[in-house]
C-alpha cells in the first residue's frame, strides 16, 4: 500500500515578496557564506541554484538556526540537517532537473553525468530553489520549493515495504518524516514544509489535546 502524506498550500508568492531574500545563485562564490550568516532576521527566503555544492553550507546555517534559537537540542538538529538535505537534492534534482530516482541505479556514474548535463541544459538551467524560513519561540519552519513539474505525493511507493527496502532509494520522505513533526506538501508536489515545534510547545499541545480529548 503506498504511504499517505498530508498536502498543504505552501505557496504564497505576496508573502514571500515581502520577505528579506539571498540569491545565492547569482552570489559571487567568495561571498556566499559571509551573506548567508548574516541573515538575522527570523524569516527569510533564499534562492538557490542547481549547484549540489552549495547545499553542505545551507544545511549547516538551516539546521544550526533550529539549536540557536532554541528550538531544538544540538544532536536533533543533526538530524533535522539530513531531511533539510533531503528536501534539497529532491528538489534540485527530481525537481529542477527531472531526473528520476530509478536512474541511481544504474551501473557507473550514469546519475552524476546526467545531473551535470542538465545543469547546463537549456530546458532545465534557468529552474530555480526556493526556500522559505520562519524561526519562533515555538517552532521553525522551511518551505523547499522548486518549479519542476511537481508530481502526485499520494502515489509514492512506501519505502517500509518489504519489496522496497533493498532500493538505494526512496527513503528521503522517510527521513523527513522521521526528523520533522510535520511534513506537508503542496498540492502541485514541488513544495514541501518541513516543521520541527520545541519541545515545550509539543508538550503544552499534547496537553491541550488530551484536556479537549477529556
Same mark, same amino acid.
Request: with cysteine; proline share 6%.
Given at each position: 500500500?503506498?504511504?499517505?502524506?498530508?498536502?498543504?498550500?505552501?505557496?504564497?508568492?505576496?508573502a514571500e515578496?515581502?520577505?528579506?531574500?539571498?540569491?545565492?545563485?547569482?552570489?559571487?562564490?567568495? $561571498?556566499?557564506e $559571509?551573506?548567508l550568516?548574516?541573515l538575522?532576521?527570523?524569516?527569510?527566503?533564499?534562492?538557490?541554484?542547481?549547484?549540489?555544492r552549495? %547545499?553542505p553550507?545551507?544545511?549547516?546555517?538551516?539546521?544550526?538556526? *533550529?539549536h540557536?534559537?532554541?528550538?531544538c537540542?544540538e544532536?536533533? /538538529?543533526?538530524?533535522?540537517?539530513?531531511?533539510?538535505?533531503?528536501?534539497l537534492?529532491?528538489a534540485?534534482?527530481?525537481?529542477?532537473? $527531472? @531526473? /528520476? /530516482?530509478?536512474?541511481?541505479e544504474?551501473?557507473?556514474?550514469?546519475?552524476?553525468?546526467?545531473?551535470?548535463a542538465?545543469?547546463?541544459?537549456?530546458? *532545465?538551467?534557468?529552474?530555480r530553489v526556493?526556500?522559505i524560513?520562519? *524561526?519562533?519561540?515555538?517552532?521553525?519552519?522551511?518551505i523547499?520549493?522548486?518549479?519542476g513539474?511537481?508530481?502526485?505525493?499520494?502515489?509514492?511507493?512506501?519505502?517500509?515495504?518489504? $519489496?522496497n527496502? /533493498?532500493r538505494?532509494?526512496?527513503?528521503? @520522505?522517510? %527521513?523527513?518524516?522521521? *526528523?520533522?513533526?510535520?511534513?506537508?506538501?503542496?498540492?502541485?508536489?514541488?513544495?514541501?514544509?518541513?516543521i520541527?515545534?520545541s519541545?515545550?510547545?509539543?508538550?503544552?499541545?499534547?496537553?491541550?489535546?488530551?484536556l479537549?480529548?477529556?
Amino acid at each position: 500500500m503506498p504511504a499517505t502524506y498530508k498536502t498543504h498550500p505552501t505557496h504564497d508568492p505576496i508573502a514571500e515578496m515581502r520577505l528579506p531574500r539571498l540569491d545565492l545563485s547569482s552570489c559571487p562564490h567568495g $561571498e556566499r557564506e $559571509e551573506r548567508l550568516s548574516k541573515l538575522g532576521s527570523s524569516e527569510f527566503a533564499l534562492i538557490l541554484g542547481n549547484d549540489l555544492r552549495v %547545499l553542505p553550507m545551507v544545511i549547516n546555517s538551516l539546521s544550526g538556526r *533550529f539549536h540557536r534559537l532554541g528550538i531544538c537540542e544540538e544532536k536533533i /538538529s543533526a538530524r533535522l540537517a539530513v531531511a533539510i538535505e533531503e528536501a534539497l537534492v529532491n528538489a534540485i534534482v527530481h525537481g529542477n532537473l $527531472e @531526473i /528520476s /530516482s530509478i536512474v541511481r541505479e544504474q551501473p557507473g556514474n550514469v546519475y552524476e553525468k546526467m545531473i551535470q548535463a542538465r545543469r547546463l541544459d537549456p530546458r *532545465f538551467r534557468h529552474r530555480r530553489v526556493h526556500v522559505i524560513c520562519r *524561526f519562533g519561540p515555538r517552532q521553525g519552519s522551511v518551505i523547499v520549493r522548486d518549479e519542476g513539474p511537481g508530481f502526485d505525493v499520494m502515489r509514492l511507493p512506501d519505502p517500509t515495504d518489504a $519489496e522496497n527496502l /533493498s532500493r538505494s532509494y526512496g527513503r528521503g @520522505i522517510l %527521513l523527513m518524516r522521521a *526528523f520533522f513533526d510535520d511534513v506537508d506538501y503542496s498540492p502541485q508536489g514541488n513544495a514541501v514544509m518541513l516543521i520541527k515545534r520545541s519541545e515545550s510547545a509539543s508538550a503544552a499541545d499534547e496537553l491541550v489535546n488530551s484536556l479537549v480529548a477529556g
